[in-house]
């Protein structure tokens, strides 16, 4: 199957801090989601985004698909950004299930 | 509006025992699937369901079963749980169709313990 690679897989900021999350993927997709796992094991959408660029407040997300990888910016951290981000991409034809990475672990510190 | 419920929210259930898992669904989704997400393996796909009437295999199966007999309700049944069971469950539900993903949205899960 598709293979998702996530990085990195741990990371520390100081609140206020930038940071950049990676995305790759092994083949063609036609689905690409971001999702934040809170501390409460809740998992939120954050981005539905196949290809191209959006931009939601302090997060945004980039996709260049004809080179598989996917990028998540972070500005301006907050303590309540911590948690798990998960990248998650679905194939053509292969159904529509997700396939997810293992994540990036965030942890904010005050 | 709920969107995605599951119920219940957590269960201790002991080797052996017979358990269905429950998910609904109030915004006409065509498809619905059941991940498991165990520690440092992200989530991982059991069964999945394109549309009312049909399901099919994800990539860990074994040792649960699914049915869909209407748009909103996709339970997932344990016949005879194992330890190995143990983990979170997640519901999720989408509009796809055409071979073209659309947004995929996450029920709460269940956070389950087999002993």
């Known amino acids: 199957g598709i293979q998702v690679e996530q990085s990195p897989p741990d990371l520390i900021l100081q609140e206020g801090a930038n940071s950049t999350l990676r995305c790759n993927f092994s083949d063609s997709v036609n689905n690409l989601q971001w999702f934040h796992q809170n501390p409460w094991g809740q998992l939120i959408n954050l981005f539905y985004i196949p290809s191209g660029t959006k931009q939601n407040g302090r997060l945004s997300a980039t996709t260049v698909a004809t080179e598989r990888y996917s990028l998540l910016y972070i500005s301006s951290s907050q303590t309540t950004d911590s948690g798990v981000y998960f990248c998650a991409v679905g194939r053509p034809n292969s159904g529509y299930a997700l396939n997810f990475g293992k994540g990036t672990s965030l942890l904010v510190t005050p | 509006i709920a969107g995605i419920t599951q119920a219940p929210t957590s269960q201790i259930l002991a080797a052996g025992r017979r358990m269905t898992l429950r998910c609904t669904q109030d915004?006409?989704?065509?498809?619905m699937y059941w991940y498991r997400q165990d520690l440092g393996l992200g989530l991982r796909l059991i069964h999945y369901s394109n549309t009312a009437g049909t399901t099919g295999k994800g990539e860990v199966p074994d040792g649960y079963s699914v049915s869909r007999a209407n748009t909103d309700d996709f339970p997932l049944t344990l016949a005879s749980a194992v330890p190995s069971q143990t983990s979170v469950y997640f519901c999720?539900?989408?509009?796809?169709?055409?071979?073209?993903?659309?947004?995929?949205?996450f029920g709460p899960g269940t956070r389950l313990t087999v002993l």
């Open positions: 915004m006409r989704h065509n498809a």
């Open positions: 999720a539900s989408s509009r796809s169709q055409g071979g073209t993903h659309s947004e995929q949205f």
